[in-house]
Nanobody, 124 residues
């Protein structure tokens, strides 16, 4: 089970930090990711992070350099630090996990479990 939180209203140029807490069984190795869905648009990949000790990350071009993903394995929590937010970042953000994955290229689709979403609104 995944529980996302941290969304809210922020002005353009501001920052927010999203959190995603995982509970229940996890089957290592796995990948966790953030996706977002803006009004009237399809859900899109934002960023992913691996569970293994040699951490791998993958960012969508639209957020690279502004967003940073991290994890605290002891707390089973993943974070998304979002800086320099733009109005086009407005969306419902979902965390997701893909179990039993150990590939060198982190996936951008085919995730198994999803959180409930948290709304991020960036005003201009």
């Amino acid at each position: 089970q995944l529980q996302a939180s941290g969304g809210g209203l922020v002005q353009a140029g501001g920052s927010l930090r999203l959190s995603c807490v995982a509970s229940g069984s996890t089957f290592s190795p796995y990948v966790m990711g953030w996706f977002r869905q803006a009004p009237g648009k399809e859900r899109e990949f934002v960023v992913a992070i691996s569970s293994w000790s040699d951490v791998s990350t993958s960012y969508a071009d639209s957020v690279r350099g502004r967003f940073t993903i991290s994890r605290d394995s002891a707390k089973n929590t993943m974070y998304l630090q979002m800086n320099s937010l733009k109005p086009e970042d407005t969306a419902v953000y979902y965390c997701a996990s893909k179990l039993g994955y150990s590939g060198s290229v982190l996936p951008r689709r085919g995730y198994d479990y999803w959180g409930q979403g948290t709304l991020v609104t960036v005003s201009s």
